[in-house]
């Protein structure tokens, strides 16, 4: 069935997000790691299955081996169910994301938020990118407009209000991402009549 995929490195609060949008109750801030299968959930507002992917990326404790493993898993499931995912939510650090992008930006390397994002636009699937833990960052607008100009996104942020959705999931405030989510579910839903 129709399915909305999270995506996201470890430790950006997915699952935090995850027991905002279901109601479940998740281990937040579990070793990083753990998540290694697909999980999947109803979504309660929608008709949706939103399915959990493990988190990528630097995992503390985490050998390079199995980081590199569950990043090809990813790309396996994303390619293998391309056709039913309607949506992917990219959830990212808004604290971090631009020191890390930025540290790991260079001739041959592409960070992983960089490639996952175009990874997925590539495949045809609209990527709403969740910027959490906006309550950290004070300088709001700069630092959503640099996310884009890291994206190839023209800035100013606020012309791409259905790709980029400042969230801050442990407080529930998380309206930006759902409306930016249904925004392309619609889309689809007429682009189908
Ligand atoms: P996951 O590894 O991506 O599933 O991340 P978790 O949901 O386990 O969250 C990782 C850490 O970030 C936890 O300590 C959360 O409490 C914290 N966190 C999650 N969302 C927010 C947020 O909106 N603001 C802040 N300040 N911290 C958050």
């Known amino acids: 069935s129709a399915e909305v995929v999270l995506v996201g490195r470890s430790n950006v609060g ?25 999980n999947h959930y109803d979504w309660n507002a ?7 992917l493990p988190g990528f990326g630097f995992m503390k404790g ?12 990813i790309v396996a499931y994303l390619e293998t169910h391309a ?33 996952m994002f175009h990874f997925l ?9 969740a910027v959490n833990k906006m309550d950290k960052v004070d300088d709001r607008d700069e630092r959503l407009d640099a996310l884009c100009d890291r994206l190839g996104l023209l800035p100013p942020w606020k012309q791409w209000q259905e790709t980029i ?25 007429r682009d189908d009549l």
């Open 46 to 52: 929608e008709d949706f299955v939103l399915t959990d």
């Open 165 to 189: 959705a400042p969230i801050t999931a442990k407080r529930g405030s998380i309206d930006p991402m759902t409306e930016a989510v249904r925004h392309h579910l619609h889309e689809q839903q």
């Open 83 to 115: 056709e039913q995912i309607l949506v992917a939510v990219l959830v990212v650090d808004g604290k971090a994301v631009i020191d890390i992008i930025d540290r790991h930006s260079g001739p041959d390397e592409i960070p992983h938020d960089v490639e």
């Open 14 to 38: 997915k699952s935090t997000l995850m027991r905002e949008l279901t109601g479940h109750t998740f281990d937040t801030g579990q070793r990083p790691g753990v998540t290694r299968q697909p």
């Open 121 to 129: 636009r590539d495949m045809g699937i609209p990527v709403v990118v």
């Open 62 to 73: 985490v050998p390079d081996e199995v980081r590199e493993e569950i990043k090809d898993d």
